[in-house]
């Protein structure tokens, strides 16, 4: 039975890689933060996954955590933060979490580590990119950008050591079991508060064809390459009037202009920093959405096989989860 270390084991890839890793006969270790919730892990039916305690920001405690010679390690902890005042966090986790866990796979034999970056390892771009577009998201000020390129950088330097490491770059990520990405915009939708749709594009991917293809990766996947993870490409229009359709609710039929959505953005930024809480926009979040940026994956079809559904099923599965798992106020 092969053995499986996850990082980032509760959040949204995380669990539904577990239930794929358990429904594939896989021996899995499941690595957790001491606050971690794991009702959700359980509600899986992973409830047969090893569990160990280690924050990916703690070198001593992922080596301590990391078996030996376990078949792939997939690294899947990350930050998506898009809020400067938690940039010092989300640098730690995304830079320096990559970092320990690449070295604790180094130093216990892993056979091949898996990893979980983002689109957003290729900076900002206008158009459709792939993987041979230089990324400039290491000078970026939008630091969720620079640390995944930082972080992929951690990554290359295990491959120059030893190790053997492929990189997935999914897309913006819809589907099943999202505790908070996009599911914050399904919830908008449904309880029609939504103030306005960006006036970008992007692509998009069903979390359980990111999945199917960090199982690819694991399998066929040729050391120190990237894969990009698109599928349906959409406007944020197109994609809030598919949620509309699946929730029965009205939607606006225009996007916002980029310089309304900045300047709420500037404005809930300035205020959240005397109230200290997070604002609903923030610059950095605004900076993405209002950019047409989608990519190609016929690299990751050629080589892993990689399938994407229609927007529409994206939508539906995770509206439908949301609904049965009792995460919208009303229906």
Same mark, same amino acid.
């Given at each position: 039975?092969?053995?499986?270390?996850?990082?980032?084991?509760?959040?949204?890839?995380?669990?539904?890689?577990?239930?794929?890793?358990?429904?594939?006969? =896989?021996?899995?270790?499941?690595?957790?933060?001491?606050? /971690?919730?794991?009702?959700?892990?359980?509600?899986?039916?992973?409830?047969?996954?090893?569990?160990? #305690?280690?924050?990916?920001?703690?070198?001593?405690?992922?080596?301590?955590?990391?078996?030996?010679? &376990?078949?792939?390690? =997939?690294?899947?902890?990350?930050?998506?933060?898009?809020?400067?005042?938690?940039?010092?966090?989300?640098?730690?986790?995304?830079?320096?979490?990559?970092?320990?866990?690449?070295?604790?796979?180094?130093?216990?034999?892993?056979?091949?580590?898996?990893?979980? /970056?983002?689109?957003?390892? =290729?900076?900002?771009?206008?158009?459709?990119?792939?993987?041979?577009?230089? /990324?400039?998201?290491?000078?970026?000020?939008?630091?969720?950008?620079?640390?995944?390129?930082?972080?992929?950088?951690? %990554?290359?330097?295990?491959?120059?050591?030893?190790?053997?490491?492929?990189?997935?770059?999914?897309?913006?990520?819809?589907?099943?079991?999202?505790?908070? /990405?996009?599911?914050?915009?399904?919830?908008?939708?449904?309880?029609?508060?939504? &103030?306005?749709?960006?006036?970008?594009?992007?692509? =998009? $991917?069903?979390?359980?064809?990111?999945?199917?293809?960090?199982?690819?990766?694991?399998?066929?996947?040729?050391?120190?390459?990237?894969?990009?993870?698109?599928g349906a490409d959409a406007t944020y229009l197109e994609l809030v009037?598919? #949620?509309?359709?699946?929730?029965?609710r009205r939607v606006p039929q225009k996007p916002t202009p980029a310089?309304?959505? @900045?300047?709420?953005? @500037?404005?809930?930024?300035?205020?959240?920093?005397?109230?200290?809480?997070?604002?609903?926009?923030? &610059?950095?979040? %605004?900076?993405?959405?209002?950019?047409?940026?989608? $990519?190609?994956?016929?690299?990751? %079809?050629?080589?892993?096989?990689?399938?994407?559904?229609?927007?529409?099923?994206?939508?539906?599965?995770?509206?439908?989860?949301?609904?049965?798992?009792g995460r919208l106020a009303s229906v």
């Open positions: 039975m092969p053995r499986a270390v996850v990082t980032g084991a509760t959040g949204f890839v995380g669990l539904n890689l577990l239930r794929v890793l358990c429904d594939r006969g =896989f021996d899995v270790v499941a690595l957790h933060r001491p606050s /971690s919730d794991l009702s959700w892990l359980e509600r899986i039916g992973a409830g047969d996954v090893e569990r160990r #305690i280690a924050d990916v920001t703690d070198a001593a405690a992922v080596l301590r955590a990391m078996p030996a010679a &376990p078949d792939v390690v =997939f690294h899947v902890a990350a930050s998506t933060n898009m809020w400067s005042r938690r940039n010092a966090e989300q640098t730690r986790i995304n830079v320096d979490g990559t970092r320990h866990v690449v070295r604790a796979a180094l130093e216990r034999g892993a056979r091949r580590l898996v990893h979980t /970056s983002s689109i957003a390892a =290729f900076g900002i771009h206008e158009g459709t990119i792939d993987e041979t577009t230089p /990324s400039n998201a290491r000078t970026s000020w939008v630091n969720y950008l620079r640390t995944k390129a930082l972080g992929e950088d951690e %990554v290359r330097a295990g491959i120059a050591d030893g190790l053997d490491a492929v990189i997935v770059n999914p897309a913006s990520i819809l589907g099943p079991y999202d505790l908070g /990405s996009w599911s914050r915009m399904f919830r908008l939708v449904h309880d029609e508060r939504l &103030p306005g749709v960006p006036p970008g594009r992007g692509s =998009f $991917c069903h979390v359980r064809d990111v999945v199917d293809a960090h199982v690819a990766a694991a399998e066929r996947g040729r050391t120190g390459e990237n894969y990009l993870l698109g009037q598919e #949620i509309g359709r699946a929730a029965d310089w309304v959505l @900045r300047s709420v953005a @500037r404005a809930q930024d300035w205020r959240a920093r005397l109230g200290g809480r997070r604002p609903v926009v923030t &610059p950095e979040s %605004v900076e993405l959405v209002c950019r047409r940026m989608t $990519c190609r994956s016929d690299k990751a %079809v050629r080589e892993l096989d990689y399938r994407s559904r229609p927007l529409a099923a994206m939508v539906e599965d995770c509206y439908g989860w949301m609904r049965e798992a």
